[in-house]
C-alpha cells in the first residue's frame, strides 16, 4: 500500500504562486505519479504526471506555468505552480500507479487540497 498526503494548497491571488507537496509512504513500487484537479461542477482533468524515468507532461492549460518534480530521497511529489489563474481553481489530488504514466491507471489517491485563486 501507498499512502499519499498532500499539503501546500491556499489562497492566492491572479498572478501568485504556490507550491503543492504529496509525501508518499508505503512499500508498493510506483512508477508513475501525478497530479490531478477538480473545480466544483467539473470532471477530474489530469495535470500534470512524472514517469519513473523523469519524463513530465502536462495539461496544455498549465504548460509553461506549472512544473512537476519529485524528490526520489524524501519520497515527495511537488507541483510548483507559477502565474496561477482563477480557472485554476480546484481541489488538487496526488495519485500513484504501479504501471508507467501511458498506462493511466492510478491505484493510490491522495485526499487533496484546495487551490483557491481570486481574481
Known amino acids: 500500500q501507498v499512502q499519499l498526503v498532500e499539503s501546500g494548497g491556499g489562497s492566492v491571488q491572479s498572478g501568485g504562486s504556490l507550491r503543492l507537496s504529496c509525501a508518499a509512504s508505503?512499500?508498493?513500487?510506483?512508477?508513475?505519479m501525478g497530479w490531478f484537479r477538480q473545480a466544483p461542477g467539473k470532471e477530474r482533468e489530469e495535470v500534470a504526471t512524472?514517469?519513473?524515468?523523469?519524463?513530465?507532461n502536462y495539461a496544455d492549460s498549465v504548460k509553461g506555468r506549472f512544473t512537476i518534480s519529485q524528490d526520489n530521497a524524501k519520497n515527495t511529489l511537488y507541483l510548483q505552480m507559477n502565474s496561477l489563474k482563477p480557472e485554476d481553481t480546484a481541489m488538487y489530488y496526488c495519485?500513484?500507479?504501479?504501471?508507467?504514466?501511458?498506462?493511466?491507471?492510478?491505484?493510490?489517491w491522495g485526499q487533496g487540497t484546495q487551490v483557491t485563486v481570486s481574481s
Open positions: 495519485a500513484a500507479s504501479s504501471g508507467s504514466c501511458a498506462w493511466g491507471v492510478y491505484n493510490f
Open positions: 508505503g512499500s508498493y513500487s510506483t512508477y508513475c
Open positions: 512524472i514517469d519513473s524515468d523523469g519524463s513530465t
